[in-house]
């Protein structure tokens, strides 16, 4: 098996070090900000741009050592912003940055895009004094731009590799984010998702992911699928450093009127209630689907559910997805229109050459060997050729998608439920950028989704080296439940592992 490990050593500093550890580290004198920005920069350059070669991350900021210094300025004058402060951030290259870095969505067509400000929640960062250290890479236009595409892959960045076996696909849309996070290329990291970009890739790559509830993160100045979806997160390796930095990126923001309704409702701290007996007493529904199929992910789903009993849960069996094929191709109909719409709005104002979605089309044509050598955009062109958001068909679509919330709703007040939980997808699969991605079943993602309910994904074990993610989810902001449950979890099994960086998974 030492054959089929590229790294055979990897004797990291900062290898699995959490938030708190680094506060520690500071506070005592034993580690700078500078240091540790520094260390990680080092890891970068010898795992991610040399030798294994990851491709996570997709730009480097070329302020994070002066920020790191201001950091360490403030904290010997006396003056510590919160539990981030100095703490080194990398941040999806579909986030505004208004600093040196582009912002492109992996994009050839938006190279030399830089920001004129801050997106909403990375000025959030910065007040709470974290080093912007990079943009991680992603599947290009947030896996919006084929109908056979391979996630992981953008023509300005490259393949993103799965750190655990390195020939398997890290998932999308935020596989840099999670790729970064598992093999320790940072503290923390930020992804985005509409439907799964968070939580699929955080399973694939073993680590913690949250996609919270629409509204209770700024969407602005973040390049755009669907104004009814989206929404960013946090990606960690704990349950505690990706609740940390959720409470951090919370705000209602007047450029982003959905986050009006998490007025009262949001939090800067998920984790001052955090308690490992939170599943006691409390019933959780289990998608019943998931006890068949491929028998190595059925095993760890039925060991996770033993372990909710354990933990004092009672266990309900419920068919949720079987309820929500009622709404079939809805939501792809919905974001097909917003994609068109919000995409043309944020290009309005970027700096960049492409002014339209027509323009995005008309560039990978006329750069076709470098923009799509392996995949198309035939998503592209059929987004162009929808109308606008007052068109009938765009509005049925909109009211059928978002009736997942009254079905999820109903089942939960039936079963009397806390929380739902499954298994967040399956065993990932190997990065082809012939064929593109496939199925490898058991996707949880869609019904938190569309209801734009917050979800939270944790390691739940692994298969052949194979991460599988288990997932937690509940209504409106509900993250501390789920974090809550999340963490319990967690703490009960401790599935979590630093990856092996394996060739591949299976040897022949």
Not at 119 to 138: H, M, P, S, Y
Not at 183 to 195: K, R, W
Not at 332 to 361: P, R
Not at 429 to 450: K, V
Request: glycine residues 8%; aromatic residues 6%.
């Amino acid at each position: 098996i030492t054959d089929n490990i590229l790294l055979a050593t990897d004797d990291f500093t900062l290898n699995e070090i959490t938030i708190d550890e680094l506060q520690q580290k500071m506070k005592s004198g034993a580690l700078t900000s500078r240091m540790i920005t520094e260390l990680y920069l080092k890891r970068i350059d010898e795992i991610d741009r040399k030798g294994i070669a990851l491709h996570a991350v997709i730009e480097l900021n070329p302020d994070a050592l002066a920020i790191a210094d201001k950091m360490d300025g403030e904290r010997k004058a006396g003056k510590v912003r919160g539990p981030l402060h100095g703490v080194p951030v990398l941040i999806k290259d579909n986030i505004n940055t208004g600093d040196k870095m582009m912002t492109t969505a992996g994009s050839l067509a938006l190279a030399g895009n830089i920001a004129s400000s801050d997106a909403f929640i990375i000025q959030q960062l910065r007040n709470a004094g974290a080093v912007l250290l990079g943009k991680t890479n992603l599947s290009e236009w947030a896996n919006f731009r084929s109908t056979r595409p391979t996630s992981g892959w953008s023509s300005r960045g490259g393949q993103t590799k799965n750190p655990c076996v390195l020939d398997r696909n890290p998932c999308g849309s935020s596989s840099g984010s999670g790729a970064a996070v598992a093999a320790n290329l940072c503290a923390v990291a930020i992804g985005t998702e509409t439907n799964g970009s968070i939580l699929a890739p955080a399973s694939f790559c073993g680590i913690v992911g949250i996609k919270p509830t629409v509204g209770l993160l700024s969407r602005s100045g973040i390049i755009p699928i669907s104004k009814t979806q989206d929404t960013a997160g946090p990606m960690a390796r704990t349950v505690k450093d990706a609740a940390l930095l959720l409470g951090v990126l919370t705000g209602i923001d007047a450029d982003d009127a959905v986050t009006l309704e998490s007025k009262d409702k949001s939090q800067k701290d998920y984790t001052k209630l955090l308690n490992t007996n939170a599943l006691r007493g409390k019933r959780i529904g289990i998608e019943k689907s998931f006890l068949e199929g491929h028998e190595g992910v059925v095993n760890l789903y039925k060991q996770a559910i033993e372990v909710l009993k354990k933990q004092g849960a009672t266990i309900i069996e419920i068919d949720l997805l079987k309820y929500l094929q009622v709404i079939g191709d809805a939501e792809f109909t919905m974001m097909k229109y917003e994609f068109k719409d919000g995409l043309n709005n944020y290009l309005k104002n970027a700096y960049s050459k492409v002014k339209s979605l027509a323009d995005v089309i008309a560039f990978n044509k006329q750069q076709e060997a470098k923009a799509m050598p392996y995949f198309k955009q035939e998503l592209l062109e059929e987004c162009n050729t929808k109308g606008g958001l007052d068109s009938k068909e765009y509005l049925d679509a909109q009211q059928k998608s978002l009736s997942a919330r009254t079905i999820i709703d109903e089942l939960m007040i039936a079963n009397k439920l806390d929380a739902i939980s499954g298994v967040t997808i399956g065993l990932p699969c190997c990065i082809d950028l012939i064929n593109g991605d496939y199925d490898t079943g058991f996707y949880f993602c869609s019904p938190a989704a569309m209801a734009g309910y917050p979800h939270i994904t944790i390691p739940m074990g692994k298969i052949h080296e194979l991460p599988v993610g288990f997932s937690f989810f509940a209504g409106a902001y509900k993250e501390e439940v789920i974090i809550n449950f999340a963490y319990a979890y967690e703490q009960a099994t401790k599935k979590r592992e630093a990856p092996k960086f394996m060739k591949t998974a299976t040897l022949l």
